[in-house]
């Protein structure tokens, strides 16, 4: 069976901002109720990749992103040959300051069919990773259609 320990645990919870207006209270209490009612379902089928993927974004959008590795980790684990499974672990890893292990996931991915490349140039998550040459000169090769 799969480690589901960080599930039931209230930790992401805490990690929360509080809220300034009552559009942010409201929009806090839509991302709790996501993950509580997703990590529900995960604790009873660990491996249903679907929710899998909605919580890893949760868990992206609001910060938690040691947790979304682990997500994302076991998706690429439960589908070895999805390129969009590894772009998303590239920008975690790169949220996470892991940049080697971020750009050998993005190569990864590019290299099973993820061409994107005006989605790859724009996005924030990628930040951090922007600067190493391995990063530019797979946008090149992308850019150019070398790959």
């Not at 480690?3 to 207006?21: K, Q």
């Not at 590239?90 to 069919?113: F, H, N, P, Q, W």
């Amino acid at each position: 069976m799969a480690d589901t320990s960080w599930l039931s645990s209230e930790g992401w919870e805490a990690i929360l901002r509080r809220p300034n207006t009552l559009q942010e209270m409201a929009e806090e209490n839509q991302l709790k109720f996501e993950l509580r009612f997703f990590a529900t379902i995960l604790q009873r089928y660990p491996d249903y990749v679907d929710v899998l993927r909605h919580v890893g974004q949760l868990l992206t959008q609001v910060g938690l992103y040691p947790e979304a590795l682990e997500v994302d980790l076991r998706l690429v684990r439960l589908r070895p040959q999805d390129a969009v499974a590894h772009y998303n672990l590239a920008c975690t890893y790169a949220r996470l300051y892991k940049t080697d292990s971020a750009i050998r996931a993005l190569k990864r991915a590019v290299e099973l069919g993820y061409r994107d490349y005006r989605y790859i140039k724009q996005d924030r998550d990628l930040d951090p990773i922007r600067d190493d040459p391995r990063y530019r000169e797979l946008m090149r090769q992308l850019e150019s259609g070398g790959v």
